[in-house]
C-alpha cells in the first residue's frame, strides 16, 4: 500500500517570490507520481506526472517537480509565483505495477499568493 | 467533449433521505472513480469500477452503494444519508490502456446533510 504525506497544509507567500511544495511518500513497490491543482470550486486538473526518464519534470505554467527516489519525494516548486497559483495543490501516487488500481492523494497544500 | 460531468452541483438533505448522485463521461474511458473531498483529509476513493459491470470498494465505502449504468455512467447513491457525509463528492475517469493512472475529474457536487 502506499502513502502520501503533505506536510504544510497552507503555504503563503508573495507575488513574484518562489514557493517549494513538498511532497513525500512512502511505498513498497514502484510507484508513479502526479502534482493535481485545484482552483476555487473547481474539480482536479493533472499538474505534471512523473513516469519514468528523467527526475525532473515540468508544467506548461511554469511549475516543475522532482522526483528523488532516496528521498522518496516529489516536491512541486516554482522560481516565481503569480497571483492566479493561488489553488489548492495535491500530490498522488500510484502503484506501477498494477497500473489501473487507485490513486492515493495527500491531503493537499493551499497556496495563498498576494500582491 | 464535455469530459466528467456531475449533477447536481449542490444538494442539502436531512439526516435520512437518499439521493443519487450522477456521472457521465464522454471520453470512451473504461475507468471510473468516486471519491469524497474533507477539509484536511484530501481526496479519498469511496468505490471505483476498473471496467463496465465490475465495482470495488475504495477507502472509504460504509453508507455509499455505487452502479456501473454503462460504459458512459456511474452513480453513487446515499441511502440513508448522516451528516458525516456532508462532503464534496468527484466523479473521475481514466484513459483506457494506460499502465499509470492520471485521471480527470469532474466539477464535483457539494452535499449538505443536515
Known amino acids: 500500500a502506499q502513502s502520501v504525506t503533505q506536510l504544510d497544509s497552507q503555504v503563503p507567500v508573495f507575488e513574484e517570490a518562489p514557493v517549494e511544495l513538498r511532497c513525500n511518500y512512502s511505498s513498497s513497490v514502484s510507484v508513479y507520481l502526479f502534482w493535481y491543482v485545484q482552483y476555487p470550486n473547481q474539480g482536479l486538473q493533472l499538474l505534471l506526472k512523473?513516469?519514468?526518464?528523467?527526475?525532473l519534470v515540468e508544467s506548461i505554467n511554469g511549475f516543475e517537480a522532482e522526483f528523488n527516489k532516496s528521498q522518496t519525494s516529489f516536491h512541486l516548486r516554482k522560481p516565481s509565483v503569480h497571483i492566479s497559483d493561488t489553488a489548492e495543490y495535491f500530490c498522488a501516487v500510484s502503484d506501477r505495477n498494477t497500473g489501473f488500481q487507485k490513486l492515493v492523494f495527500g491531503t493537499g497544500t493551499r497556496l495563498l499568493v498576494s500582491p | 467533449n464535455a469530459g466528467v460531468t456531475q449533477t447536481p452541483k449542490f444538494q442539502v438533505l436531512k439526516t435520512g433521505q437518499s439521493m443519487t448522485l450522477q456521472c457521465a463521461q464522454d471520453m470512451n474511458h473504461n475507468s471510473m472513480y468516486w471519491y469524497r473531498q474533507d477539509p484536511g483529509m484530501g481526496l479519498r476513493l469511496i468505490y471505483y469500477?476498473?471496467?463496465?459491470?465490475?465495482?470495488d470498494k475504495g477507502e472509504v465505502p460504509n453508507g455509499y452503494n455505487v452502479s456501473r449504468l454503462n460504459k458512459r455512467e456511474f452513480s453513487l447513491r446515499l441511502e440513508s444519508a448522516a451528516p458525516s457525509q456532508t462532503s464534496v463528492y468527484f466523479c473521475?475517469?481514466?484513459?483506457?490502456?494506460?499502465?499509470?493512472?492520471?485521471?480527470?475529474f469532474g466539477p464535483g457536487t457539494r452535499l449538505t446533510v443536515l
Open positions: 469500477s476498473a471496467s463496465e459491470g465490475t465495482t
Open positions: 512523473y513516469l519514468s526518464g528523467s527526475t
Open positions: 473521475a475517469s481514466r484513459i483506457p490502456g494506460q499502465m499509470y493512472n492520471e485521471q480527470f
